[in-house]
T-cell receptor, first 117, second 113 residues
């Protein structure tokens, strides 16, 4: 069974600085998708970035980028120029690309990010 | 564009009561699902649907029923609420393509006393 591990329950960063959140996963599959979701105090789950395992290029969305290391099964999220609005819980998630799967996301337990002014 | 709409936002039930959490999406997504979020346990899949008339169980389906009579709606029914069902519930939907991300509703905080 696949698992997702976020080893940092809490992180903090100074406004305008860069922070990296770690995520590792365990799978025997070669086809899968990885996601980072943000959950601010408003509770809504917001997609930050996604990565297809078959793509070697790391995904980037504005100030958010990932370091995808397929062999190491690592999928870290880098937030550049941190803003106060980035303060939230961040979840890493895995989804199998296997045909017929129930499209279930397997979630890490989250990293709570504080941004200090 | 409303996206995924969940109601209610908050609900308090007594043990044994029944209720329905509503979920509607206006993005013509084939796939819809219900998750519950509990501290220290992350999000867990309750039920899901790959299209109108088709539903299936996730990893924690006991105590919950679903139906999918239309593409837009996917209600979650608690038949006889138990304190163990105290949680935050999320409805999420997506297109059927593998790389399509889930779009989440704002969640329902349910307390069962």
């Amino acid at each position: 069974a696949q698992t997702v591990t976020q080893s940092q329950p809490e992180m903090s960063v100074q406004e305008a600085e860069t922070v990296t959140l770690s995520c590792t996963y365990d799978t025997s599959e070669s086809d899968y998708y990885l996601f980072w979701y943000k959950q601010p105090p408003s509770r809504q789950m917001i997609l930050v970035i996604r990565q297809e395992a078959y793509k070697q290029q790391n995904a980037t969305e504005n100030r958010f980028s990932v370091n995808f290391q397929k062999a190491a099964k690592s999928f870290s999220l880098k937030i550049s120029d941190s803003q106060l609005g980035d303060a939230a819980m961040y979840f890493c998630a895995y989804r199998s690309g296997r045909a017929g799967n129930n499209r279930k996301l397997i979630w890490g337990l989250g990293t709570s990010l504080a941004v200090n002014p | 564009n409303a996206g995924v709409t969940q109601t209610p936002k908050f609900q308090v039930l007594k043990t044994g009561q029944s209720m329905t959490l509503q979920c509607a999406q206006d993005m013509n997504h084939e796939y819809m699902s219900w998750y519950r979020q509990d501290p220290g346990m992350g999000l867990r899949l309750i039920h899901y649907s790959v299209g109108a008339g088709i539903t299936d169980q996730g990893e924690v389906p006991n105590g919950y029923n679903v139906s999918r009579s239309t593409t837009e709606d996917f209600p979650l029914r608690l038949l006889s609420a138990a304190p163990s069902q105290t949680s935050v519930y999320f409805c999420a939907s997506s297109y059927s393509q593998d790389n399509s991300p889930l779009h989440f509703g704002n969640g329902t905080r349910l307390t069962v006393t």
